[in-house]
Nanobody, 124 residues
C-alpha cells in the first residue's frame, strides 16, 4: 500500500515555473514506477510523465516535452515535476500515481495508487 501526497501547486503567470512534489509513504517506494497526470475542467485525466523505479528512464507527453522534467529521490520517497515555460493550457489539477506494472505506463488504469491532486493555474 502506498499513500501519495502532492504539493507545490499554485497560481503562476505564463512563462513561469513551478515544482510539484509528491511524497509517498511506505518502505517500498523504489519498487514503484511513478507517474504524473493532469485533469483540466471538463476534460479527461491525461498522462504527463513517468519515471522508472531507479530514475534511469523517463517519458513525457508531447505537450510537455522540453518544458517539464520528472525526477525522483528514493531516499526521500519523493517524486518531482519541474514545470518551466508554463502555458495557459497547462492549467489543471495535477496528480501523482504509483504503479508496479512493467508496461502501459501512459494509461491511467495501470496505476493502482493516486494522490489527491494539486491545482496549477497559469494566467495569460
Amino acid at each position: 500500500q502506498v499513500q501519495l501526497v502532492e504539493s507545490g501547486g499554485g497560481l503562476v503567470q505564463a512563462g513561469g515555473s513551478l515544482r510539484l512534489s509528491c511524497a509517498a509513504s511506505g518502505r517500498t517506494f523504489n519498487k514503484y514506477v511513478m507517474g504524473w497526470f493532469r485533469q483540466a475542467p471538463g476534460k479527461e485525466r491525461e498522462f504527463v510523465s513517468t519515471i522508472s523505479t531507479l530514475g534511469a528512464n523517463t517519458y513525457y507527453a508531447d505537450s510537455v516535452k522540453g518544458r517539464f522534467t520528472i525526477s525522483r529521490d528514493n531516499a526521500k520517497n519523493t517524486v518531482y515535476l519541474q514545470m518551466n515555460n508554463l502555458k495557459s493550457d497547462d492549467t489543471a489539477t495535477y496528480y501523482c500515481a504509483a504503479s508496479r506494472a512493467p508496461s502501459g505506463l501512459t494509461i491511467k488504469a495501470t496505476y493502482a495508487y493516486w494522490g489527491q491532486g494539486t491545482q496549477v493555474t497559469v494566467s495569460s
